[in-house]
């Protein structure tokens, strides 16, 4: 079968990106000094930088003598490069092998939406976030393109939320006075294996500590912030089966049947790899709580989160780890300006509403700090994640962090696995990509003298209420950007970019595939992954039909090259899709489990059943749960499992 990815790549991408070099650890200073491909990638997006700050004097012109245009992006080449796999595929080991584009957004088009129903790579949410001390709400509206770049936009206002909090299971009525955004491709695009690199702009101030920009991915059976679909999920990456953290891990490899499609005997879950979690802030290394460490602020953190965690002999956050404390460090790599970040080693899960405390465990952040400056808050640099998951060919596998080529932190899967059974990520993932603000991160360490530390606004004229946050926060929050119609702090993204290598079998796109599939997962779990008031959990993407004004071409459905006003609706050109024809088509060339439906599987649909039935399953459902637990009692028993006191949960 031959295989093709070109039904994610944005037709604006050009043709200099269309292949990248991976580049290896142990060869990076010799790859970047000799590599003549990169060098003229290089110069490339330094020439594609210069065109988009001249579209953007165009734009701005255009704006105000109101003459909309298209875009003027660098056009692809005339027959995008397409990749199949061999009928025996190799994997090449040479430092200067060659992956192919697989998915791209360029961000070129300006007036894009990303709420639901809008996009069919990205959906940016409109939701309340529970998670990490958030003090913000996303909005769709916060994120925007405008001059060549995706706009991630922090802003001091406020937004009252009453809904149900699936942190604490309950309706609660909330004021968040931040707005931000969060664009996910969770169950649009999704990809194992392979490169993934953004060029991006980092928001705010470099010596401000507040913000916390993200880019990263997670695997697709956890939506992030939709706590349900995560609780002993995330960030499981355990596919065996260990009998003592049967409980723990919600989809054991311990399960000795096939259900919704998934293997018997493979465990799974939603483990994280942060790309970058970037802290702004004024303490430098060696000083407060950085005082172990070569590295402070501002820096990028890059992290692999797993479970199972160590749960035995772990080091106290703050302090270098101890012998057999951590993972093997000399198996791996590490670049220059950077640090092991000994301040977060993981989290201890637990779960006000679990039966036991067998269902806790410990899950691992295995991460380095790069140290950054005000340059990366001010001009663009790229940060690159290459994944290979394991296989035959790249043994446990591995994970390489790079900024701008330079290396900052390399991984491979036997100095996890061999300590906890945790291996290198499996799962389909997705991308993310947010601003958050979180008292949990680049908040100071410690009230000022005489501060509550129990409010946060920046609209408030009381002290109680602003001097928990950091000096010159509330100042830039409120100040408006050069060139910005809104006051607040912009997180650029020039454009995001995923390669696979097409001769490496394991690599592939789709959020559901033969070897981890999530789809009947989805669908059999779905209220956990869409809002109170939904009717599913995202919307479908119509192609054309958004409100417009005037006759043909205009800028409400993007120019006469992606869509026209016809009676007062737009309807779309070519590769061309959204309300407004905005945003580029993308699709997945092979659904790989396109056949199978629930009721495929014998799954009887609720409340068509008889009540015999209803009866019968809920007698038999009963006695199964009873035999498991007996079965789970003696099972601890034997392997002499003793639950964590309570004074040792934080």
């Known amino acids: 079968m031959t295989q093709t990815y070109a039904s994610w790549i944005d037709p604006d991408t050009p043709s200099y990106a269309q292949t990248t070099i991976a580049l290896h650890p142990h060869q990076y200073i010799e790859t970047r000094k000799h590599n003549a491909e990169a060098a003229a990638r290089k110069k490339a997006d330094d020439e594609a930088t210069a065109e988009k700050t001249r579209e953007r004097e165009r734009e701005k012109n255009e704006r105000n003598n109101r003459t909309p245009a298209p875009s003027t992006s660098s056009p692809p080449t005339a027959s995008p490069t397409t990749f199949s796999p061999t009928s025996s595929p190799t994997v090449d080991a040479s430092p200067f092998k060659t992956f192919g584009l697989v998915m791209s957004d360029e961000f070129s088009v300006p007036g894009r939406s990303f709420s639901d129903g809008s996009d069919p790579r990205w959906t940016a949410l409109d939701k309340n976030d529970y998670t990490n001390n958030a003090l913000h709400y996303y909005a769709p509206s916060n994120a925007y393109t405008e ?5 991630i936009l922090t802003e001091a206002e406020d937004t009252d939320v009453v809904g149900f909090d699936d942190g604490v299971m309950r309706r609660e009525k909330v004021t968040k006075r931040f707005k931000s955004a969060m664009l996910q491709s969770w169950n649009k695009f999704c990809f194992t294996g392979g490169i993934v690199e953004a060029e991006v702009v980092l928001p705010g101030r470099h010596d401000v500590g507040g913000l916390w920009p993200a880019f990263w991915l997670l695997g697709n059976i956890a939506r992030h912030t939709y706590v349900g679909t995560s609780n002993n999920i995330w960030p499981w990456s355990m596919t065996s089966c260990d009998p003592l953290l049967a409980d723990a891990q919600k989809l054991s490899g311990c399960l000795n049947t096939a259900h919704y499609g998934m293997k018997e005997g493979v465990g799974r879950g939603a483990p994280e790899i942060d790309i970058f979690e970037v802290q702004p802030g004024n303490v430098p290394a060696n000083n407060q709580q950085f005082l172990k460490m070569p590295v402070g602020q501002p820096f990028s953190s890059a992290s692999l989160q797993v479970a199972p965690g160590k749960s035995w002999k772990r080091p106290g956050p703050g302090n270098w780890p101890g012998p057999g404390e951590w993972y093997d460090t000399p198996k791996m790599k590490f670049g220059e300006n950077t640090s092991m970040n000994i301040n977060f080693y993981g989290t201890y899960n637990h779960f006000a509403a679990a039966p036991g405390p067998e269902y806790d465990y410990w899950s691992d952040a295995i991460s380095q700090n790069r140290q950054l400056s005000s340059t990366h808050f001010e001009r663009a640099h790229t940060f690159r994640l290459h994944w290979e998951p394991p296989s035959e060919s790249s043994g446990d596998g591995f994970i390489n962090w790079w900024l701008d080529d330079e290396l900052i932190f390399s991984i491979n ?20 990509l947010n601003t958050a603000v979180s008292k949990d991160w680049g908040f100071p360490q410690k009230c000022p003298e005489g501060c509550p530390c129990k409010k946060y606004d920046c609209n408030s004229d009381k002290w109680d209420d602003t001097c928990g946050f950091s000096p010159g926060f509330c100042d830039m929050i409120k100040k408006k950007e050069p060139g910005a119609d809104r006051a607040g702090a912009a997180y650029k993204v020039n454009w995001v970019r995923v390669y696979q290598d097409p001769d490496n079998p394991m690599h592939k796109v789709g959020c559901s595939t033969p070897e981890r599939p999530t789809r009947l997962w989805i669908e059999g779990n779905e209220k956990y992954y869409k809002r109170e008031g939904d009717s599913k959990p995202l919307k479908d993407v119509p192609t054309g039909g958004g409100a417009c004004k005037g006759v043909g071409g205009g800028a409400a459905c993007g120019g006469q090259e992606r869509g026209l006003c016809v009676s007062g609706r737009c309807v779309c050109q070519g590769e061309y899709t959204g309300p407004t024809c905005l945003a580029a088509k993308g699709f997945d060339d092979i659904v790989w489990d396109a056949g199978e439906r629930l009721q495929d599987l ?21 006695v199964a749960a009873m035999v498991w637990e007996a079965r789970r009692r003696r099972r ?15």
Do not use: D, Q, R, W
């Not at 019968?616 to 009963?622: E, Q």
């Not at 601890?636 to 934080?650: D, H, Q, R, S």
């Open 413 to 432: 899967g036997t100095s996890i696995n061999s300590v906890t059974g945790a291996e290198i990520p499996s799962e389909p993932s997705y991308v993310l």
């Open 636 to 650: 601890m028993a034997k392997g002499g499992y003793t639950p964590l006191p309570n004074a040792l949960i934080p």
């Open 147 to 151: 001059g060549g770049s995706l706009h």
């Open 602 to 622: 014998g799954f009887v649909v609720p409340g068509t059943g008889s009540p015999f039935f209803i009866g019968a399953a809920a007698a038999t459902a009963a």
